[in-house]
């Protein structure tokens, strides 16, 4: 079965950076584009960043863009996301995610989640 394992959160002072990691399993995602959200305490799930099977198209929130990369590795089925100038605002379990179909920065667009991994950032 499709398994997505996150991995790369902790805690970073901000202004920090952080590369989170996500190795998919199960099958072949070259076709599939993958996203990232971030759901903070008492918050709903938010879009990061999403990136084309293919790699050539991404796609940022724009409370993210210039401070956010996201790369895939199809060879690892693996998807990246760096995070640079980290700020407290950012603290939160980040997700990654299978696209299925509709627009990408909606969740219900997606079809398989990961566990997540929590990303706390200090003042």
């Known amino acids: 079965q499709v398994q997505l394992v996150e991995s790369g959160g902790g805690l970073v002072q901000a202004g920090g950076s952080l590369r989170l990691s996500c190795a998919a399993s199960?099958?072949?995602?070259?076709?599939?584009?993958m996203g990232w959200f971030r759901q903070a305490p008492g918050k709903e799930r938010e879009f990061v960043a999403a990136i084309t099977g293919s790699g050539y198209n991404t796609y940022y929130a724009d409370s993210v863009k210039g401070r956010r990369s996201i790369s895939r590795d199809n060879a690892k089925n693996t998807v990246y996301l760096q995070m640079n100038s980290l700020k407290p605002e950012d603290t939160a379990v980040y997700y990654c995610?299978?696209?299925?179909?509709?627009?990408?920065?909606?969740?219900?667009?997606?079809?398989?989640w990961g566990q997540g991994t929590q990303v706390t950032v200090s003042s």
């Open positions: 199960g099958r072949t995602f070259s076709l599939d584009a």
């Open positions: 995610a299978v696209h299925g179909t509709g627009d990408v920065s909606y969740s219900t667009s997606y079809n398989y």
